[in-house]
């Protein structure tokens, strides 16, 4: 187009998917030509006219695909083989040409084919890129007559072009212009296409073969893509993928830095070391090319387009122009609006252009979705707002200290502390639960300990110098337990007779169930056992508790002095889930 009239016309035979002007090699005039591409195809159109077409090389298929198609061969020929030998064994080959060439081939009944196909499920399930063969294959699984003449197909050809077979060609999604030499406007330029392949090639600038081919990681398609810098110097290739992550390529090589975004990318310009993503929840991000965000703008409407204007009588002023669905095309200085121009007659923006026209160095071409172009053209003149004229950014009030609460403050500052000192505070708290640990198993112990062995007491009878000793232990938690009783005499005389064991317990909280036990002859250094079932009876959960005492009795005796007694601490009784 010259101003307002249409100087020429292309009729394209397919759709295309990009289109960059760049400069080839060895044009002295410094006319541009103009790359479209399309499928794997990229044609030149130089001086008004289609100039030559470029294919990218096809895909190569690889041996692991390569080689389970290589095991169907083999396996299809030998089970015909089986079959043809089984049918002259029995002699009921009659040989019929007419009706052998007439029938229709079909794969042997024997043949496994899910066992093939599985094979190829799995390798398409580990992400790797597979051949359109393959992927026809498994979109008619269900369908056996799909399967079965796809694999008729392939059959067909020879065993040693089944590598040729397999080859599917490329699909550019992105094209870019990079700078071979120097970067000048004039200077020659390589043409930069990233395929759904997950494949950046870099083109010679006389667009004959592929100087540069750049593998991505597996499974990543470019939507994508931002070059910058000088092949022959230094340069960088920013590719985004539709799965929402930002692929960064320095010099051929693929770094380690990865940007993971929230949403799916619309658009990505790079403006010195920032990237700008515009992403489909309405979001603008800005990241530094090493990875750290930036800022984010959050935009009133979806993203459509995106573009980078600078303006050389600035010199400085590097502007990011948004256009969004609403018609609304914002322009951005870093993250303060510098301008905001909203398209009259209800117009919904559809790809947006800034650069030169004609005469004018700072041209804006907007396509719409009616079809129609609008250009808007800045004036020389104008004085565009800078940072400190701009309206819209951070208020000024967020320098005024805010009057925090002290137990805010108090948060604030331990958040902090944790912050900068994870280590020491994690030590500290296992510390803390150690001791916290140690201490209840000794409290436990202790509480078993008191439980189970009573305080003895002993008391000489009649002065004869016996001595009674008594030993109990506690079993079970409650509340239900059971008081287990040794008893053992040491006298240097007689046996001790007429003895009795008598249970003594709090009635509002135990009850025992025989607490009265008639002692039989006792004779010396001799252990009597015996037991006592004790059931809590006191409210359940209370945390009540009480002692048990044992005495020994003298059943003829007229004073009720005991001989010995057995003073036993039951611990807190559990409660009956029963």
């Known amino acids: 187009m010259q101003g307002t009239k249409v100087v020429w016309e292309q009729k394209l035979l397919v759709a295309p998917v990009a289109v960059r002007p760049f400069h080839p090699a060895n044009t002295a005039d410094g006319v541009p030509s103009v790359a479209v591409v399309s499928g794997p195809h990229v044609f030149i159109y130089r001086h ?38 089984d049918i002259e064994e029995s002699g009921l080959a009659l040989v019929d040409e007419k009706k052998d060439a007439s029938e229709k081939p079909s794969l042997p009944q024997d043949l496994d084919i899910d066992l093939y196909l599985a094979r190829l499920h799995e390798l398409r399930d580990s992400g790797i890129y597979l051949s359109i063969k393959t992927h026809d294959i498994l979109a008619g699984i269900e369908n056996p007559n799909v399967v079965e003449s796809i694999i008729l197909d392939f059959l067909k050809g020879d065993a040693s072009a089944d590598s040729a077979s397999l080859q599917s060609l490329e699909t550019i999604t992105c094209l870019e212009v990079l700078k071979k030499t120097a970067d000048r406007k004039t200077a020659a330029s390589m043409l930069v296409a990233a395929c759904e392949s997950g494949t950046v090639f870099l083109v010679n600038p006389s667009v004959t073969g592929i100087a540069l081919k750049i593998d991505l990681p597996e499974g990543v398609a470019p939507a994508f893509m931002a070059v910058s810098g000088v092949f022959e110097l230094e340069y960088r290739i920013f590719v985004a993928t539709r799965s929402g992550k930002i692929i960064s390529i320095k010099n051929g090589q693929v770094m380690n830095t990865r940007i993971c975004l929230d949403a799916m990318p619309v658009g990505l310009v790079k403006i010195d070391k920032l990237l700008y993503l515009g992403c489909m929840d309405m979001k603008l991000h800005c990241f ?65 252009c800034v650069g030169s026209f004609g005469r004018e160095d700072a041209t804006m071409a907007i396509s719409t979705k009616a079809g129609s172009v609008i250009v808007k053209i800045l004036h020389r003149d104008v004085k565009l707002n800078t940072k400190e004229n701009s309206t819209t950014g951070p208020p000024p009030e967020q320098d005024i200290p805010l009057n925090v609460p002290k137990k805010t403050r108090l948060y604030i500052e331990q958040t902090q502390r944790e912050r900068e ?90 009850r025992i169930e025989v607490p009265v036990v008639r002692l039989p002859l006792l004779v010396p250094d001799l252990v009597y056992s015996y037991y006592f079932n004790i059931k809590f009876v006191g409210e359940p959960g209370s945390g009540l508790t009480d002692a048990v005492k044992l005495l020994l009795l003298n059943r003829t005796a007229t004073s009720s002095k005991p001989e010995a007694i057995c003073v036993v601490h039951l611990a807190v009784s559990d409660v009956d889930l029963e």
């Open 421 to 510: 000192q994870p280590v020491e505070i994690h030590r500290a708290f296992q510390r803390d639960l150690c001791k916290l640990r140690l201490r209840t198993i000794q409290e436990y112990v202790q509480v078993l300990n008191a439980s189970r062995e009573g305080h003895i007491t002993t008391v000489n009878a009649a002065g004869r110098g016996e001595q009674a000793i008594i030993k109990a232990t506690v079993q079970g938690m409650g509340p239900h337990f059971r008081m287990a009783v040794t008893l053992t005499v040491k006298t240097q005389g007689e046996p001790l007779s007429d003895k009795m064991l008598l249970a003594l317990a709090n009635t509002e909280l135990y």
């Open 288 to 352: 530094h090319f090493k990875g750290k965000k930036m800022h984010t703008l959050v935009m009133p409407s979806p993203i459509v387009a995106m573009e980078d204007f600078s303006w050389e009588p600035t010199e400085t002023l590097k502007a990011m122009v948004v256009g969004l669905r609403n018609g609304e095309i914002r322009v951005y200085n870093g993250r303060y609006l510098v301008n905001t121009l909203t398209l009259k007659g209800g117009h919904m923006i559809y790809g947006m």
């Open 48 to 85: 008004l006219k289609p100039h030559m077409k470029f294919t990218l090389p096809p895909i190569e298929v690889t041996d692991d695909e390569l080689k389970i198609w290589k095991d169907l061969r083999a396996a299809v020929s030998k089970c015909r083989q089986s079959a043809k030998y």
